[in-house]
């Protein structure tokens, strides 16, 4: 498992340099988002056998039947978010620990919750390693974290058949919300942001495919 060397080389630096540049010119404007994708060396967050490809604006595979996002979509995604330093957000579908890393490395204060029990502790224990002070809890995201509500921000990195209500619930008046959100293989990637009458409106930011929300907690 290369997560256990953590070396990150000049030409690692370089492939990453290259790789922020791509996404820049598919559009990405909001400087702090590629400034993170550029610090993060993501080959940390990924198994050794794919090493190679970690500079690819590709998903890969990751274990447990899941992928670490395309880079472009992580900062798409971010972008979306709107963030500012110092707010609190949360993630639902931990993964690999790279779109929290991403959010940490921005100034969020980050919780994030992940279904599946083997790629939680993995990831637990390697972010433990990395530093990053996020959170991480083992659950259904689609119920959020009620005790640590509200949240400033919210992102979903899975598919979601539904807008989960309790996560809208969860979000401060003002909040924004970024799901792709749809039953089949495309999804649609929604904004909600939240009004402050609690009423939400809802933007459409074009096609993405994710890997499902995972429902029931008895299947790992
Ligand atoms: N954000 C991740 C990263 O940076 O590597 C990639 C996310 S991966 C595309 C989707 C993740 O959502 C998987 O790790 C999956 O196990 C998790 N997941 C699926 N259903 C979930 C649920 N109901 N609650 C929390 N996590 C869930």
């Given at each position: 498992?290369t997560?256990?060397?953590?070396?990150?080389?000049?030409r690692h630096?370089?492939l990453r340099?290259q790789l922020?540049?791509?996404?820049?010119?598919?559009?990405?404007?909001?400087?702090?988002?590629?400034?993170?994708?550029?610090?993060?060396p993501r080959h940390y967050f990924m198994d050794s056998s794919f090493l190679e490809f970690a500079y690819q604006d590709k998903p890969f595979p990751i274990?447990?039947?899941?992928t670490i996002s395309q880079p472009?979509?992580?900062?798409?995604?971010?972008?979306?978010?709107?963030?500012?330093?110092?707010?609190?957000?949360?993630?639902?579908?931990?993964?690999s620990?790279y779109?929290?890393?991403?959010?940490?490395?921005?100034?969020?204060?980050?919780?994030?919750?992940?279904?599946?029990?083997?790629?939680?502790?993995?990831?637990?224990?390697?972010?433990?390693?990395?530093?990053?002070?996020?959170?991480?809890?083992?659950?259904?995201?689609?119920?959020?974290?009620?005790?640590?509500?509200?949240?400033?921000?919210?992102?979903?990195?899975?598919?979601?058949?539904?807008?989960?209500?309790?996560?809208?619930?969860?979000?401060?008046?003002?909040?924004?919300?970024?799901?792709?959100?749809?039953?089949?293989?495309?999804?649609?990637?929604?904004?909600?942001?939240?009004?402050?009458?609690?009423?939400?409106?809802?933007?459409?930011?074009?096609?993405?495919?994710?890997?499902?929300?995972?429902?029931?907690?008895?299947?790992?």
């Open positions: 498992m997560q256990l060397e953590m070396i990150d080389t000049y630096k370089g340099k922020v540049e791509g996404i820049r010119q598919k559009g990405i404007r909001d400087e702090s988002v590629l400034a993170a994708l550029e610090k993060i274990g447990s039947g899941q472009f979509t992580v900062a798409f995604q971010t972008e979306l978010l709107q963030m500012k330093k110092g707010m609190k957000v949360l993630e639902i579908g931990t993964g620990g779109q929290a890393s991403v959010l940490a490395e921005m100034g969020a204060r980050v919780y994030s919750i992940e279904r599946q029990r083997k790629l939680y502790q993995k990831t637990k224990e390697f972010m433990t390693r990395l530093g990053y002070p996020v959170k991480l809890f083992l659950g259904d995201g689609y119920l959020g974290l009620p005790s640590f509500a509200p949240f400033d921000r919210i992102i979903i990195t899975a598919a979601a058949p539904e807008i989960p209500q309790p996560l809208v619930d969860q979000l401060k008046p003002g909040g924004i919300l970024v799901v792709p959100h749809g039953k089949d293989d495309i999804q649609h990637m929604l904004r909600i942001i939240k009004n402050a009458d609690g009423t939400t409106k809802e933007e459409s930011h074009g096609a993405f495919r994710f890997v499902p929300l995972l429902g029931d907690l008895g299947n790992d």
